[in-house]
């Protein structure tokens, strides 16, 4: 049977065990990670924590709603055992009529039954499995990224670990006009994160430095049989010498035959696909479930978003005006 369970009724200790024993494990699964990431999210629970389900929530208005945490690509139903279509649909239809609208991106073992009430499409992160060794994976890049790495590591170039704060603040530096849906309380959000995934798991912040000077950085995250890319900027510099090739041809070769993979997290920036595809990765694709019970709040989530994305081509149109 399903229960709901707000936050203060859920049981962290059973609920992380489920995530560390579930047929899909992720990092943003465990109660700690989203506990900074959507600090009051509630429950659905089968079972002694079997089959679990969090529900990341905010309100707008008077009036809650279930959507997608900033640095949580996906989370939806974990269980240790395999779910069945009807699960799914048992668990979606438990989800309390108090969440009057939903966008929720689930997890690769989330199918959304095809008779669905609720709208959904596909998404996909690209994952190179890292079990080979290094010259069969290197094989598998484009000519362009063979050809850039190799043109761009004649120059002075070189990795070091950096404070995730250096990527953060050559983030805000370089591209923030791109995404202004991250304020500034989710870069303080992102530097409390890879404060707690460095205490428990690995996190990785790397730089690529041209004659001293910070031209890329990457933050990537470890944990279970996963490398996630997070978070990474270039600025106009790393962007001509391919400084983040040279990140991630570095994390290739440094974990290549190792039973890991590597996982991009996707983009719909067509350019941003086309980067991450050129290391020849296998494409993964998962679920984006929207529902609405409530015409009003959706119509203000829309407009709100149709402003976000105003306001960042305008930034832009300005940034560019100014150069």
Known sequence: MIHYLRHGEIDKVKWDACIDRAQY????????????VSPAWDALIEDDYETVFPLTWKKKYGLHYLTQ???????????????SGEQISSFLDAIPKTFLHYDLYMNPLNECPLQSKYFYRTRKTYHVHLNAPYAGLFQKYSGDTKRNLKKFSKKHLHLNSIPVQDVIELYKRNVWYKTPALKMKDYLTLNDLSGEVAARKKC?????????????GAVFFI??????????????????????????????????????????????????????????????????????????????????????????RKKIISRFAMK
């Open 223 to 312: 944990s279970g049989d996963k490398i996630i890319f997070v978070f990474g900027s270039a600025n106009l510099t790393g962007r001509r010498n391919g400084a983040m090739r040279f990140i991630f041809d570095h994390v290739i070769r440094t974990y290549a035959n190792r039973n890991l993979v590597l996982d991009f997290e996707g983009s719909s920036v067509k350019t941003v696909e086309y980067f991450y595809k050129s290391f020849g990765p296998d494409k993964i694709i998962f679920t984006n479930i929207r529902y609405s019970k409530h015409v009003l709040l959706t119509g203000m989530i829309e407009m709100k978003q149709k402003i976000t994305k105003m306001i960042a």
């Open 25 to 36: 494990n992720i990092l943003y699964g465990y109660s700690w990670y989203l506990d900074i």
């Open 204 to 216: 990785l912040s790397i730089g690529c430095f041209e004659n001293e000077v910070l031209s890329a």
């Open 69 to 83: 945490p900033n640095f949580a690509q996906q989370l939806g139903i974990f269980s240790i055992h395999p779910l």
